[in-house]
């Protein structure tokens, strides 16, 4: 059997990025039609039920002869999901966009980043500015966090306006050659696009909640009887899938992506410095001491760091590793020391 090269690490794991991010649209869908189906099976009114059959013919009319007694309560549904669907993710898309103008700032806001000129520190600006040239990138804006610990991460919504951070703690401690891994690593997370489904993920987390809360404020101003029966209840369980969504299904989606492009930015940033062993030994000492304590309140920038930033010592060990936006620090090591 061949060896897996530095390229079958890259390839496999933008495919499994691009499966995984595939699942949020569809699990929501899937979730809030569920939550349709509910609600028509709760109702049990014919007259609701056909006014859902109304709702999907208006969009899809060649549907109509499909339509039986049999199946009218799944047309149902799916008329009221199409109706319900459409304004969510035009929300959502719109909720992105902002987040892509302003995801940056808030992420450097959070992690009290300063900006770091060249006559700051030479040494950095260069070798932040090497790792740029070989990666075939332009010069990222450079900021230092005033933190003892040893962590980074990248932002940004383009190659042309990306940022890499870091801590005092991570220039200080580690060797030259190992901070250079360190730094391919985000300049990897740049080149891969990384840091534009970081800002979306980490800034648009709490959308699903916030239209939830706005569906049921909306419901409360409805009088009727036919919608306090029919509509309120189908309102009622959109909001429950929608909270699902958010506080299950998407954390848990996040994770998986983070976990991915981890694996992603350590084999790229391998390719970049042609030292992964450097990487390993940094990884090795970044693991000791990770936490940034003005990020323990942002537990969602997690994902953008090099190792996760927050305090976790009150968890449970298992139950850390499944929350963990990080794959295990042993098995990063071993990947990247099977590379070279």
């Avoid at 949020?24 to 569920?34: A, C, D, E, K, N």
Wanted: proline share 4%; charged share 20%.
């Amino acid at each position: 059997m061949a060896a897996i090269t530095v390229y079958d690490h890259i390839r496999q794991n933008n495919i499994k990025t691009f499966l995984l991010a595939l699942l949020f649209p569809v699990v929501l869908t899937i979730l809030i039609g569920v939550a349709c189906l509910l609600a028509i099976a709760v109702v049990q009114d014919k007259e609701f039920t056909l006014n859902g059959v109304y709702l999907l013919l208006r969009w899809f009319p060649s549907l109509e002869e499909y339509v039986t007694s049999d199946n009218i309560s799944f047309f149902g549904a799916m008329g009221y999901l199409t109706y319900a669907v459409i304004p969510i993710f035009v929300v959502s898309g719109f909720w992105m966009i902002i987040s892509l103008m302003t995801g940056d700032k808030m992420m450097l806001g959070f992690a009290g980043a300063q900006p770091l000129e060249k006559q700051d520190n030479p040494q950095i600006y260069r070798l932040v500015e090497n790792v740029a040239i070989a990666a075939g990138l332009p010069m990222p804006k450079v900021y230092v966090i005033e933190d003892s610990s040893l962590n980074a991460f990248a932002t940004g919504y383009s190659p042309k306006s990306a940022s890499i951070a870091l801590t005092t703690g991570i220039i200080k401690k580690l060797e030259p050659l190992e901070l250079e891994g360190v730094i391919a690593h985000e300049m990897a997370h740049i080149g891969n696009r990384d840091i534009r489904l970081n800002m979306l993920i980490i800034t648009g987390l709490g959308i699903f909640a916030f239209i939830a809360d706005f569906i049921r404020l909306n419901s409360m101003f409805s009088s009727s009887k036919n919608e306090k029966n029919g509509l309120h209840i189908l309102m009622f369980f959109i909001i429950i899938a929608l909270l699902i969504f958010n506080f299950i299904f998407a954390p848990l989606i996040h994770m998986a992506i983070s976990r991915t492009r981890e694996y992603a930015a350590d084999a790229t940033g391998a390719l970049i410095t042609r030292n992964p062993k450097a990487l390993a030994r940094a990884l090795e000492k970044i693991q000791t001491d990770a936490r940034v304590e003005v990020l323990d309140k942002q537990p969602t920038m997690a994902t953008a760091c090099i190792a996760d930033p927050t305090d976790r010592e009150y968890k449970v060990a298992a139950m850390s590793d499944l929350s963990s936006t990080h794959p295990p620090v042993e098995e990063r090591i071993k990947r990247l020391l099977a590379m070279g």
